[in-house]
DNA sequence: GCAAACTACA
């Protein structure tokens, strides 16, 4: 260990060596020098002239008659501290600058006495840099005799003692520097030391008494970022560190002019909407930050997006072009994925083409287009998806990636064309675009999903073959569908087998097989992957507990469940809000509004707020009780006072009383709304409708659904079949199903 | 700081 912490070269004249002295430490302080300093010799020459002429006599002469020499101790009366300092360092070993330094505690004043222990100290780092512990021995050797320690004899020592975690030591030798000597650099080592070994409370003390108004040893951007990239960079919110102290403290480092970086404040920006405090982040962004950068900006507009804050997420966009912060990439990129998000593809299609015509000085990039692709994919409009891909290879020379070949093959595939899917598959290493497992789960999942389970088996083995290993996700999907096939030996016996083929199955492989046996009411063999779920490390948690409970639920065994509730208690697991949604939806469904009120009180009083599975299961309960006004009036109190926008099966609940109330009218203004706030209908939603209409007899407006169906590559399935079969043939448009059916087979799965 | 598969409850 060499410390870098010695700007003072023997070989130097005195009056930089005295220069240089005041500059070890940047200090935000003037380097003007208190009384006690060392002052620099009035005469260079002079005074390297005697500084020669004292260290030769130092070495030609034997210590021990050091004292009685009258010509060395005229000289030494007659040195500068900074000249001692110089002699003590070019003594030739530690052996020699402690005995000099010793000899000088007889004769000379503490400002020399202070420099040479430093010099000292200097001496014994390079010779024995792995004994802190006895370089702090001699520390408290001399401050029990009263020599001052020097600023840079402190700082050697402290940075010595922070490597080996003598901390305390640390702090001694810290509050033994003189205090009007102390400055900002050595606080910032302190600080750091005390943070790198985890002693936040301490660091955090220290800061405060920096941050103090009068203090002789100011904050700097040192600090900042020392205190920040410690906090930011390790998990330390367990640890006391909330992100009310964040931001306190950020405001305060403010107050004192001292700012963030780019880097960190986006850092907390991020973690603030992590932890659901984006108002703090906002707030932060706004007042604790010396101006807004892109990233910050961009970070910003990630956490309002997924807080649904689109107002924010506006006037933010606004408040970029005003102050001139030049929206990149990203930016548009998180604008883009928003819009897709909500599926207002022409918008955002719209915003590419804009990139495109140079209006926004930004050109797309392949992450842009993959986002575009993707977000067609998802609303059905894959070919298109497809016809981008190649524009992006022609008009922005973009190459397609394993990212792009994936999203379309999960749009191919979700839409029931597997055969297309595969064709990607192929054409991916023939363009020299590299399967990744992510490529091989999404055509398992494909195929699944159509009931393809053996086929998916064949292609996973086929794959292996050739080297591509499956991960968690590969067996969660596997492992779902042959629950859901009732094939739960099959189940079983893949997930012994992914541990055999050196995959560890994660908790979510678990939730899937727990899930499975629940759903085939087998309750005891959950309970049993339960257990085993605990042995392997994953503790009892709450996902499982809560898949349990619906288990339960569905078996209509109460007792077991209130058991299941006590043991969690027991445990210290809370119930979150899927526990009180799968509480509520039970009650919900069984007409037991009493319960069902005390659920919902509850989970109020434990600070958990509803989301959409509840107002589901709220708006359920009243529609099963023909009470549809009572449910109209959730529904609309979501979308404007609660923030909760309702999403499909909501939609799907509401159309289906409508219709089963004959209230067509009110359901098909539903649609027009799910239109316009961009929810996608799904076959339920379809199916609920044809047989409204049917019972009005609305031929013409069945077809136009049907219409929109097939554009939306939304898939019929037996029942849609059922009700349009007996329906169109009673009409005699049989004519009208077959070409319908023609644009869409029926799904294996379902057929 | 932006993109893909799986993820319990209505």
Redesign the pocket.
């Known amino acids: 260990m060499r410390l870098s912490l010695n700007p003072l070269k023997p070989t130097r004249s005195a009056a930089t060596a005295a220069a240089s002295l005041c500059h070890v430490s940047a200090d935000p302080k003037p380097p003007s020098l208190p009384p006690t300093s060392p002052s620099p010799s009035p005469s260079p020459e002079h005074s390297s002239s005697s500084i020669s002429e004292t260290l030769s006599l130092l070495q030609a002469t034997d210590p021990s008659s050091w004292p009685t020499n009258s010509k060395l101790q005229t000289l030494l009366s007659s040195l500068s501290p900074s000249s001692v300092l110089k002699i003590t360092r070019q003594l030739p070993n530690y052996r020699n600058a402690l005995q000099f330094f010793n000899h000088l505690k007889t004769t000379s004043q503490s400002d020399s006495l202070s420099l040479a222990f430093q010099a000292v100290l200097e001496f014994a780092m390079r010779e024995s840099p792995d004994s802190p512990g006895k370089l702090y021995e001699l520390f408290v050797q001399e401050k029990e005799q009263g020599t001052p320690l020097s600023v840079n004899a402190g700082t050697l020592l402290i940075k010595c003692l922070s490597q080996a975690k003598m901390l305390d030591e640390m702090i001694m030798v810290f509050d033994a520097i003189d205090e009007e000597k102390l400055n900002t650099d050595v606080s910032n080592l302190v600080v750091a030391g005390l943070l790198k070994w985890g002693r936040v409370n301490d660091a955090l003390k220290l800061v405060n008494e920096m941050l103090e108004p009068d203090s002789d040893y100011p904050p700097n951007s040192k600090t900042i970022s020392i205190l920040f990239s410690n906090i930011l960079k390790r998990n330390w919110s367990d640890r006391g560190v909330t992100d009310e102290e964040i931001y306190n403290l950020v405001s305060r480092f403010g107050e004192c002019g001292v700012y963030l970086d780019e880097l960190w404040s ?2 907390i920006i ?1 973690r603030f909407c992590r932890n659901g405090n984006s108002d703090k982040a906002w707030n932060f962004l706004h007042k604790a930050m010396n101006s807004g ?3 910050s900006c ?2 910003m507009l ?1 956490g309002l997006e997924q807080d649904r804050d689109f107002t924010r997420m506006n006037f933010l966009v606004k408040e970029m072009k005003e102050k001139g912060i030049q929206p ?7 604008l ?2 928003h819009l897709c998000k909500f599926r207002r593809m022409d918008e955002a299609l719209e915003l590419l083409e804009k990139m495109k015509d140079g209006k926004l000085g930004v050109e797309p ?4 287009y ?2 575009l692709i ?1 977000g067609l994919c ?1 609303v059905g409009r894959q070919e298109e998806g497809l016809k981008l891909m190649e524009r992006m290879r022609l008009e922005s020379k973009c190459n397609p ?4 070949y ?2 379309l093959i ?1 749009g191919f595939c ?1 839409a029931g064309e597997l055969e297309k899917g595969h064709e990607l598959f192929e054409e991916m290493s023939k363009e020299g675009v590299d399967v ?4 091989l ?2 055509m398992l ?1 494909g195929m699944c999903r159509h009931g393809r389970v053996s086929s998916a088996m064949e292609f996973f083995s086929c794959m292996r073959q050739k080297g591509l290993k499956g ?4 067996y ?2 596997l492992i ?1 569908a042959f629950c859901s096939a009732n094939n739960i030996d099959k189940a079983m016996r893949l997930f012994d087998e992914m541990s055999e083929n050196g995959c560890s199955p994660d908790a ?1 492989v678990y ?2 097989l727990i ?1 499975g046996l629940t ?1 085939a009411g087998r309750m005891d063999d959950a309970s049993v992957i339960v257990s085993k779920l605990k042995e392997a490390g994953f503790g009892l948690d ?2 499982s507990c ?2 349990l409970i ?1 288990g339960f639920c ?1 078996k209509n065994k109460l007792d077991k469940v209130s058991e299941l509730l006590k043991d969690m208690e027991k445990a210290g697991l809370k119930p ?3 526990t009180y ?2 509480l509520l ?1 039970f009650f ?2 069984n007409g037991d509004f009493t319960h069902a009120q005390k659920v919902m009180k509850k989970m109020t009083d434990d600070g958990l707020k509803p ?3 509840t ?3 709220l708006i ?1 309960a009243y529609c099963s009780n023909g009470k549809l006004d009572e449910a109209m009036k959730i529904f609309r109190d979501m979308g404007t006072s609660s923030k909760v926008p309702p ?4 939609y799907n ?1 509401l159309i289906d009383s409508l219709c089963k109330n004959d209230d067509v009218e009110v359901a098909l203004s539903l649609m027009d709304d799910m239109k316009e706030k961009g929810v996608r209908a799904n076959t339920t939603t379809y199916n609920a409708l044809f047989k409204g209409l049917q019972q009005r007899n609305w031929f013409e407006k069945a077809l136009e659904f049907m219409d929109q169906m097939t554009e939306q590559a939304c898939n019929p399935d037996y029942i849609t079949m059922e009700i349009l079969t007996e329906w169109l043939s009673a009409v005699g448009e049989i004519e009208k199903l077959r070409k319908f059916v023609q644009g869409y087979q029926v799904s294996a799965s379902t057929a």
Not at 471 to 474: E, G, R, S
Request: net charge positive.
């Open positions: 986006t850092q991020k950068s892109v990233a961009n970070a990630t990149n990439v990203v930016t548009y990129g998180i883009i994925k990039d392949v992450v842009i993959n986002t993707d998802k990636t394993t990212i792009t994936n999203c999960d979700k990744s497992v992510v490529t789960n999404t999942d991960n968690a996700v590969t969660t999907i779902t979510f939730y899937s899930s759903q709450i996902v809560n898949i619906g569905r979150d809000r899927v949604n799968t939806s919900c469904a989301n959409v599975v107002y589901g299961a359920q999403n499909t099966v909501i609940m």
